[in-house]
């Protein structure tokens, strides 16, 4: 093999520094495979398939989704194209990784309503244009029992119980059901189908990434490379940015809270965000940890400033970021309130509780009545404290009502 010249061989290196960029492993044989891959492709003058499987289980995606989409744009951008599959056949089944219970499947109903927003999503950060979308029930919606048993046969049932979570179910007598050892079958042959170079996925998603390497050596294809990336943790900064944990920043989310929840991220957590997140190349980061070694020289609330501007710049524009940052500046520095409030009319007596709700302040009154106990809910700047307290106008009255650091709504009669 013909080496670089020095500066295309400085530039290749560069570009694989960024490819490593918070990866958490390659298997096998970590950035030495990685390198020697593209170099192989530089050769053959090919594009690298670059996969990621996505099951559509919710309408509206997080930025911890979109830590492997950051990375797929990555290889965009190197010139590899990214094959993303909606799962539209294995969201039925329900992915089993990193639980130790049954994963409830989803209808095709739910599939096929919440995977009409994913790929709307993902086109904030990728360019699909130039890439390959398909959808995994495409092949499998064909498949015979036949079909079925001969895909199975090609793994062994030794294989599937050395997943961690299976074993735990196992060893702790709980219940382990044959369709989920079936998951990480099936979303292993879409490796198979689409005959990936490299495999994207979470950390929990290892085991299944290497099933679509041992399939694919099964159909005499050269075996994908297992690349995953860190699970993001989140606004708590313990737990894992989920959605049912209420810990998440929405990528559709209103400009003004992508900021406020970015800046409300612990200070420990503000290098993995720039470095998972916010698609900044090594010598920035390099400079951020500069920084933070620093805190008496620089304040890390600066820091979240620019990530909190640079999120929103990335899932809605640049002037919605400055004015996002205008606003936050507005609000809590100076203590006031939004001037563009919306305006929710209210012509008799509600309930605390079910009129955070209706004002679409909150989404349950479950919700509403936990903010509500943690003083987090303010009438006119007064805290209120009983979610069964009626609230009421007179004639021509307004007030506001506020609902945590960044939710309000002016109440009028």
Not at 60 to 69: A, K, S, Y
Not at 224 to 230: F, I, N
Not at 231 to 258: A, C, F, H
Not at 398 to 404: A, N, S
């Amino acid at each position: 093999m013909n080496s670089p010249e020095p500066s295309t061989k400085e530039a290749f290196q560069a570009d694989l520094d960024l490819l490593m960029q918070g990866v958490v492993d390659i298997k096998p044989d970590g950035r030495k495979a990685l390198e020697q891959l593209l170099l192989d492709a530089a050769k053959e003058k090919r594009q690298l398939r670059v996969k990621l499987g996505i099951d559509p289980t919710s309408s509206d995606l997080h930025i911890g989704h979109m830590v492997c989409i950051q990375k797929l744009r990555q290889f965009q951008e190197m010139g590899h194209l990214p094959v993303i599959i909606i799962g539209g056949y294995t969201a039925q089944v329900g992915d089993p990784s990193g639980r130790n219970e049954t994963r409830p499947p989803l209808s095709p109903d739910d599939v096929q309503k919440h995977g009409r927003t994913y790929i709307e999503q993902v086109a904030k950060v990728l360019d699909i244009t130039k890439a390959e979308v398909v959808n995994n029930a495409d092949w499998f919606n064909s498949f015979s029992l036949t079909d079925i048993i001969k895909l199975a046969s090609r793994v062994t049932v030794n294989q599937m119980i050395s997943k961690d979570a299976f074993g735990k179910r196992i060893d702790a007598g709980q219940p382990l059901f044959t369709h989920e050892i079936f998951y990480p079958i099936l979303q292993g042959y879409d490796s198979v189908e689409i005959k990936s170079d490299i495999e994207l996925g979470g950390t929990d998603q290892l085991f299944n990434l290497m099933v679509g390497r041992d399939l694919q050596r099964t159909y005499d294809q050269k075996p994908q490379l297992c690349m995953t990336m860190p699970l993001l943790v989140g606004l708590d900064g313990v737990k894992k940015m989920s959605k049912s944990y209420g810990n998440y920043i929405g990528i559709s989310e209103d400009p003004n809270e992508i900021y406020g929840k970015t800046m409300s991220i612990p200070d420990e957590l503000i290098l993995d965000y720039y470095i998972l997140a916010a698609r900044v190349g090594p010598e920035q980061i390099q400079a951020i940890k500069q920084k933070l070694a620093n805190p008496g020289q620089f304040n890390p609330r600066d820091l979240k400033a620019a990530l909190a501007e640079r999120l929103v710049e990335i899932y809605h524009d640049t002037d919605s970021a400055k004015k996002a940052g205008e606003q936050f500046i507005n609000q809590f520095k100076q203590n006031l309130i939004p001037e563009d409030l919306e305006d929710f009319v209210i012509n008799a007596e509600n309930k605390l509780a079910d009129l955070m709700v209706l004002a679409n302040l909150c989404e349950t009154k479950g919700e509403a009545k936990r903010l509500i106990a943690g003083g987090g809910v303010k009438l006119d700047g007064e805290k209120l404290a009983d979610p069964l307290q009626e609230i009421l106008l007179e004639p021509g009255q307004q007030k506001v009502l506020q609902v945590g650091k960044r939710k309000f709504v002016r109440l009028v009669s």
